[in-house]
Nanobody
């Protein structure tokens, strides 16, 4: 069992930066691939970025490539999402999730544990 708790969301102006974190409980955190998804009002949840258990591979949605960076610290059971050059269209609830396998990380169905989400709002 893995429990995930996001933190660090908030309000930022367009062009600004924000960092969100996801703290995991459980000693098996390092065996899971981790991903970030987001859901804007009235829209479906969409993939943002994922990282393998070792951090050796990262996958980014085209919409955030070059602006967002995912990282993880297995010693701290934490995954991070650094968001730069934020745009109003990045406004959403951001969820972290854990996947037991390395394949299909862009699909929400690959993840078995989810956090409660943290709100990120980018004003224009």
């Amino acid at each position: 069992q893995v429990q995930l708790v996001e933190s660090g969301g908030g309000l930022v102006q367009a062009g600004g930066s924000l960092s969100v974190s996801c703290a995991a409980s459980g000693r098996t955190f390092s065996t899971y691939a981790m991903g970030w998804f987001r859901q804007a009002p009235g829209k479906e949840r969409e993939f943002v970025v994922a990282i393998t258990w070792s951090g050796g591979a990262k996958y980014y949605a085209d919409s955030v490539k070059g602006r967002f960076t995912i990282s993880r610290d297995n010693a701290k059971n934490t995954v991070y999402l650094q968001m730069n050059s934020l745009k109003p269209e990045d406004t959403a609830v951001y969820y972290c999730a854990a996947a037991p396998k390395w394949s299909g990380l862009v699909s929400a169905s690959s993840y078995v544990y989810w956090g409660q989400g943290t709100q990120v709002t980018v004003s224009s």
